[in-house]
Protein backbone atom coordinates (compact mmCIF):
# COMPACT_ATOMS: atom_id res chain seq x y z
CA UNK A 1 0.00 0.00 0.00
CA UNK A 2 2.85 2.49 0.60
CA UNK A 3 4.54 1.78 -2.92
CA UNK A 4 1.17 2.49 -4.42
CA UNK A 5 1.14 5.88 -2.75
CA UNK A 6 4.87 6.19 -3.65
CA UNK A 7 4.14 5.36 -7.50
CA UNK A 8 1.09 8.03 -7.14
CA UNK A 9 2.79 10.73 -5.67
CA UNK A 10 5.89 10.29 -8.23
CA UNK A 11 3.26 10.58 -11.03
CA UNK A 12 1.80 13.28 -9.55
CA UNK A 13 5.37 14.89 -9.11
CA UNK A 14 6.32 14.35 -12.15
CA UNK A 15 2.96 16.17 -14.20
CA UNK A 16 3.34 19.19 -11.71
CA UNK A 17 6.90 19.24 -13.56
CA UNK A 18 5.88 18.44 -16.96
CA UNK A 19 3.06 22.11 -16.10
CA UNK A 20 5.77 24.16 -14.50
CA UNK A 21 8.41 23.32 -17.79
CA UNK A 22 5.39 24.39 -19.86
CA UNK A 23 4.44 27.86 -17.78
CA UNK A 24 8.79 28.60 -18.29
CA UNK A 25 8.39 27.74 -21.90
CA UNK A 26 5.64 29.81 -22.62
CA UNK A 27 7.25 32.49 -20.60
CA UNK A 28 9.36 32.71 -24.02
CA UNK A 29 7.47 32.67 -26.87
CA UNK A 30 6.68 36.40 -27.24
CA UNK A 31 3.13 37.75 -27.23
CA UNK A 32 4.06 41.70 -28.81
CA UNK A 33 5.19 42.91 -25.26
CA UNK A 34 7.57 43.61 -23.85
CA UNK A 35 9.03 41.27 -21.19
CA UNK A 36 12.57 40.57 -19.25
CA UNK A 37 12.12 37.27 -19.92
CA UNK A 38 12.48 37.87 -23.38
CA UNK A 39 16.34 37.91 -22.83
CA UNK A 40 16.41 35.15 -20.31
CA UNK A 41 17.94 33.02 -23.27
CA UNK A 42 20.87 34.89 -23.88
CA UNK A 43 24.40 34.75 -22.19
CA UNK A 44 27.18 37.05 -21.84
CA UNK A 45 31.08 36.28 -21.53
CA UNK A 46 31.44 38.83 -18.18
CA UNK A 47 34.86 38.42 -17.43
CA UNK A 48 35.51 34.83 -18.49
CA UNK A 49 31.99 33.53 -16.88
CA UNK A 50 29.32 33.01 -19.28
CA UNK A 51 26.23 34.33 -17.79
CA UNK A 52 22.45 35.46 -18.32
CA UNK A 53 21.81 38.97 -19.23
CA UNK A 54 19.72 39.48 -15.72
CA UNK A 55 23.08 38.76 -13.43
CA UNK A 56 25.26 41.44 -14.87
CA UNK A 57 22.61 44.35 -15.79
CA UNK A 58 18.91 44.89 -14.48
CA UNK A 59 16.75 45.01 -17.31
CA UNK A 60 12.93 46.97 -16.70
CA UNK A 61 10.10 47.15 -18.92
CA UNK A 62 9.29 51.21 -18.82
CA UNK A 63 6.15 50.43 -21.03
CA UNK A 64 4.69 47.40 -23.16
CA UNK A 65 6.90 48.46 -26.31
CA UNK A 66 10.28 48.86 -24.36
CA UNK A 67 12.89 47.17 -22.66
CA UNK A 68 16.03 49.09 -21.16
CA UNK A 69 19.28 47.13 -20.32
CA UNK A 70 20.52 48.84 -17.66
CA UNK A 71 24.70 47.08 -16.74
CA UNK A 72 26.38 47.85 -13.69
CA UNK A 73 29.52 47.83 -15.56
CA UNK A 74 29.69 49.96 -18.18
CA UNK A 75 32.13 48.01 -20.03
CA UNK A 76 29.62 45.12 -20.40
CA UNK A 77 27.19 47.62 -22.84
CA UNK A 78 28.97 46.31 -25.82
CA UNK A 79 29.15 43.00 -25.20
CA UNK A 80 25.21 42.79 -24.18
CA UNK A 81 24.23 44.31 -27.31
CA UNK A 82 26.57 41.91 -29.61
CA UNK A 83 24.86 39.14 -27.77
CA UNK A 84 21.41 40.59 -28.63
CA UNK A 85 22.44 40.90 -32.05
CA UNK A 86 24.04 36.84 -32.01
CA UNK A 87 20.85 35.53 -30.45
CA UNK A 88 18.99 36.23 -33.76
CA UNK A 89 15.99 37.23 -32.05
CA UNK A 90 14.40 39.75 -33.96
CA UNK A 91 15.26 42.55 -32.21
CA UNK A 92 17.56 45.64 -32.83
CA UNK A 93 19.39 47.28 -29.75
CA UNK A 94 20.10 50.92 -29.17
CA UNK A 95 23.35 51.53 -27.38
CA UNK A 96 23.55 54.95 -25.99
CA UNK A 97 27.04 54.58 -23.99
CA UNK A 98 24.34 54.34 -20.58
CA UNK A 99 21.70 51.95 -21.75
CA UNK A 100 20.89 49.72 -23.99
CA UNK A 101 17.51 50.28 -25.69
CA UNK A 102 15.55 47.52 -26.94
CA UNK A 103 12.07 48.63 -29.04
CA UNK A 104 10.38 45.69 -29.15
CA UNK A 105 8.61 45.59 -32.85
CA UNK A 106 4.88 44.78 -33.50
CA UNK A 107 4.10 41.17 -33.95
CA UNK A 108 2.75 40.16 -38.01
CA UNK A 109 -0.55 38.52 -38.26
CA UNK A 110 1.50 35.95 -40.08
CA UNK A 111 3.66 35.90 -36.79
CA UNK A 112 1.04 35.54 -34.48
CA UNK A 113 -0.24 32.30 -36.40
CA UNK A 114 2.78 30.67 -35.94
CA UNK A 115 3.40 31.29 -32.61
CA UNK A 116 -0.14 30.13 -31.82
CA UNK A 117 0.85 26.65 -33.40
CA UNK A 118 4.28 26.98 -31.27
CA UNK A 119 2.00 27.25 -28.18
CA UNK A 120 -0.25 24.39 -29.30
CA UNK A 121 3.06 22.03 -29.92
CA UNK A 122 4.29 22.84 -26.96
CA UNK A 123 0.57 22.00 -25.43
CA UNK A 124 0.87 18.91 -27.04
CA UNK A 125 3.90 17.83 -25.77
CA UNK A 126 3.53 18.94 -22.05
CA UNK A 127 0.08 16.24 -22.42
CA UNK A 128 2.60 13.73 -23.99
CA UNK A 129 4.77 13.79 -20.54
CA UNK A 130 1.25 13.83 -18.72
CA UNK A 131 0.11 10.75 -20.07
CA UNK A 132 3.89 9.03 -20.23
CA UNK A 133 3.78 9.60 -15.89
CA UNK A 134 0.46 8.17 -16.35
CA UNK A 135 1.24 4.84 -18.04
CA UNK A 136 4.01 4.55 -16.12
CA UNK A 137 2.16 4.61 -12.83
CA UNK A 138 -0.25 2.37 -13.89
CA UNK A 139 2.49 -0.21 -15.02
CA UNK A 140 3.58 0.02 -11.67
CA UNK A 141 0.62 -0.55 -10.28
CA UNK A 142 0.57 -3.87 -12.51
CA UNK A 143 4.09 -4.81 -11.21
CA UNK A 144 2.33 -4.74 -7.58
CA UNK A 145 -0.39 -6.85 -8.76
CA UNK A 146 1.64 -9.33 -9.70
CA UNK A 147 3.46 -9.46 -6.68
CA UNK A 148 0.00 -10.03 -4.51
CA UNK A 149 -1.74 -6.56 -4.63
CA UNK A 150 -5.40 -6.90 -4.73
CA UNK A 151 -6.97 -6.25 -8.10
CA UNK A 152 -9.57 -3.76 -6.78
CA UNK A 153 -7.00 -1.55 -5.04
CA UNK A 154 -4.97 -1.53 -7.84
CA UNK A 155 -8.36 -0.67 -10.48
CA UNK A 156 -8.83 2.07 -7.80
CA UNK A 157 -5.40 3.33 -8.16
CA UNK A 158 -5.78 3.41 -12.10
CA UNK A 159 -8.64 5.67 -11.79
CA UNK A 160 -7.13 7.78 -8.76
CA UNK A 161 -4.07 8.28 -11.65
CA UNK A 162 -6.76 9.12 -14.21
CA UNK A 163 -8.25 11.41 -12.37
CA UNK A 164 -5.31 13.24 -11.43
CA UNK A 165 -3.98 13.09 -15.05
CA UNK A 166 -7.17 14.61 -16.93
CA UNK A 167 -6.71 17.46 -14.25
CA UNK A 168 -3.64 18.09 -15.43
CA UNK A 169 -4.97 18.14 -18.81
CA UNK A 170 -7.44 20.56 -18.25
CA UNK A 171 -5.20 22.89 -17.00
CA UNK A 172 -2.53 22.14 -19.65
CA UNK A 173 -5.65 23.05 -22.38
CA UNK A 174 -6.76 26.33 -20.15
CA UNK A 175 -2.71 27.55 -20.03
CA UNK A 176 -2.52 27.05 -23.73
CA UNK A 177 -5.87 28.93 -24.26
CA UNK A 178 -5.22 31.58 -21.87
CA UNK A 179 -1.65 32.27 -23.60
CA UNK A 180 -2.75 31.73 -27.43
CA UNK A 181 -5.28 34.58 -26.70
CA UNK A 182 -2.37 36.56 -25.48
CA UNK A 183 -0.36 35.73 -28.71
CA UNK A 184 -3.77 36.86 -31.07
CA UNK A 185 -4.37 39.75 -29.26
CA UNK A 186 -3.41 42.44 -31.41
Excluded: C
Excluded at 28 to 48: E, F, Q
Excluded at 142 to 162: F, I, M, W, Y
Amino acid sequence: MEELELYMDAAKEGMESAISHLNKELTKVRAGKASPSMLDSIRVDYYGVISPISQVANVTTPDAKTIFIQPWDKSVLPIIEKAIMIANIGFNPANNGEVIRIMVPPLTEERRLQLAKQVKSLGENTKITIRNQRRDAIDEFKKLQKDGLSEDVTKNAETQVHKIHEDYIKQIDEIVALKEKEVMTV
